[in-house]
C-alpha cells in the first residue's frame, strides 16, 4: 500500500463531494458528515439519507483515506470516539467510506 494510492483515493473522494455539494446546492454551513461502514451501513445510510456519497476503499487504506479527507474538508478529528482502529476496520470487514448531511435524511 503506498501513500500516492492513499493521495489518489482521496482527491477522487473529495471531488465527489465537493461535485454533490453544488449538485444539491449546500449552504455554507452545510458539511458532510464521514461515517466508515460495512456494506450493510453504507445501504443503511443511502436509505436513510440523501445525498449519501459512497466509496468501496480497501481496508488496509479506509483509516488513512478517512483522516486525509477529513483533513481536506478542513473537519476535525476531536471527536473521533466512535471511529473504528485499524484492527476492528479488518475484523469488522469495515470497507466503505459514507458521507452524507446530516440535516438532510432522506423523508
Known amino acids: 500500500m503506498n501513500e500516492k ?3 489518489l483515493q482521496t482527491r477522487m473522494y473529495l471531488y465527489d463531494l465537493m461535485n454533490a455539494a453544488k449538485e444539491h446546492g449546500f449552504k455554507a454551513d ?3 458528515e464521514l461515517n466508515m ?3 450493510s451501513g453504507r445501504s443503511k445510510l443511502q436509505k436513510d439519507y440523501y445525498p449519501a456519497i459512497a466509496m468501496k476503499i480497501l481496508p488496509e487504506m479506509l483509516l488513512q483515506v478517512f483522516n ?3 483533513s481536506g474538508l478542513k473537519q476535525s478529528s476531536a ?3 466512535q471511529v473504528p482502529d485499524k484492527k476492528s476496520i479488518l475484523t469488522d470487514n469495515i470497507n466503505y467510506l459514507v458521507a452524507i448531511n446530516p440535516k438532510r435524511p432522506r423523508g
Request: glycine share 6%; charged share 35%; aromatic share 6%.
Open 37 to 39: 461502514v460495512t456494506d
Open 79 to 81: 471527536n473521533e470516539g
Open 5 to 7: 494510492t492513499v493521495e
Open 68 to 70: 486525509s479527507t477529513k
Open 30 to 32: 452545510d458539511s458532510w
